[in-house]
């Protein structure tokens, strides 16, 4: 069974970090492109970043650019993002993708970014 585990979302002051994780499990992420994406209330889901299974490469969001970091610890099938310099605008609840299986996501984990 595919199964995709958010966690480390929560409340932050603007400016603040956060640090999400995403665990899988009946799948390798380092054989398939990974993803985080978030819906923000009212808003339709949009792509965070993305890092290609051929290259590595990566991807962000204009939005994100600079303060978002995604990673993948192959040993631990995880991926992270870390998300510094946080605004309000990124207030969300943030999913977790890999492309395995024609697409598996995780039930999302919620961002608030509030004074």
């Known amino acids: 069974e595919v199964q995709l585990v958010e966690s480390g979302g929560g409340s932050v002051q603007p400016g603040g970090s956060l640090r999400l994780s995403c665990a899988a499990s009946?799948?390798?992420?380092?054989?398939?492109?990974i993803a985080w994406f978030r819906q923000a209330p009212g808003k339709e889901r949009e792509g965070v970043s993305s890092?290609?299974?051929?290259?590595?490469?990566?991807y962000y969001a204009d939005s994100v650019k600079g303060r978002f970091t995604l990673s993948r610890d192959n040993a631990k099938n995880t991926i992270f993002l870390q998300m510094n310099s946080l605004k309000p605008e990124d207030t969300g609840v943030y999913y977790c993708?890999?492309?395995?299986?024609?697409?598996?996501w995780g039930q999302g984990t919620q961002v608030t970014v509030s004074s």
């Open positions: 993708y890999g492309s395995a299986f024609g697409g598996s």
């Open positions: 890092m290609s299974s051929s290259d590595g490469s990566t």
């Open positions: 009946g799948f390798t992420f380092d054989d398939y492109t």
